[in-house]
């Protein structure tokens, strides 16, 4: 099978408690818009956290990147766009990118990283056979 793009969008509302004196987003909150965006992400191609550890595992980021192009201001909205990277590591490996919904401007982009680790917090090397399943059903081998 070929590969295929798998990506997912979240509409974001920008809160008051989510800007600085400035009125523009404080850099720490572009975590938990890629956040939104991969749970998006899970409800679009079943791959949620709770699926993940329904099978025996939590999957924790290990790395995570931003990269800032303009400012996203309060009382606007931003567009995330996450994508699936394919790995043949046992990863899970993301790209975003943030748009101003008004504008159309690319506000930030940014990538992480998930590892797998068991139920006993160990880390796991070996890709776990649900992931394996779920990457060939998406068109990934």
Known sequence: MENVTLSAEKV?????NEVDSMGIVWHGNYAKY????????????????????????FAPLVEL????????????????????RPSNAAKIIFDYEIF??????????GHSVQVFV??????????????????KKNGMK
């Open 34 to 57: 890629f956040e939104d965006a991969r749970e998006a992400f899970g409800k679009k191609y079943g791959l949620e956290y709770l699926r993940i550890y329904h099978h025996g595992y």
């Open 100 to 109: 101003d919904l008004e504008t159309g401007d690319l506000a930030a982009t």
């Open 12 to 16: 974001i509302d920008i809160r008051f």
């Open 65 to 84: 990147h931003f990269n800032y192009k303009r400012p996203l201001q309060y009382q606007r909205q931003a567009r995330v766009v996450v994508t699936y």
């Open 118 to 135: 068991d139920l006993n917090r160990q880390l796991v090397l070996q890709m776990p056979d649900f992931y394996d399943v779920w990457k």
